[in-house]
Nanobody
């Protein structure tokens, strides 16, 4: 089992950058593919980015491709989401999630692939 705690959210202006962190408990962090999802007010939760266990494969939603970067540090049990050129439509609660993966290079974009979730961190982008 893994517990996830997100941090780094806040209020920024359009065009600014922000980095979210997700710290995982336990000694098997490298066994998990990780993902970031977000939920805006009145909307369904949506996929943002995912990274494989090994960190060599990533995938992004089209709306953030080229602006966001997901990375991980398995030695620190942490996954990051670097967000650049933020837009007001990026405003949402951001969640990290973990999937116990058999394959080291697999990524997962489906929400129901993930069995563990953090509590979320609010990101607000003002225009």
């Amino acid at each position: 089992q893994v517990q996830l705690i997100e941090s780094g959210g806040g209020l920024v202006q359009a065009g600014d950058s922000l980095t979210l962190s997700c710290a995982a408990s336990g000694r098997t962090f490298s066994s998990y593919a990780m993902g970031w999802f977000r939920q805006a007010p009145g909307k369904e939760r949506e996929f943002v980015a995912t990274i494989s266990r090994s960190g060599d494969s990533t995938d992004y939603a089209g709306s953030v491709q080229g602006r966001f970067t997901i990375s991980r540090d398995n030695a620190k049990n942490t996954v990051y989401l670097q967000m650049n050129s933020l837009k007001p439509e990026d405003t949402a609660v951001y969640y990290c999630a973990a999937h116990s993966a058999l394959l080291s290079s697999s990524t997962y974009v489906q929400e129901n692939s993930y069995g563990y979730w953090g509590q979320g961190t609010q990101v607000t982008v003002s225009s």
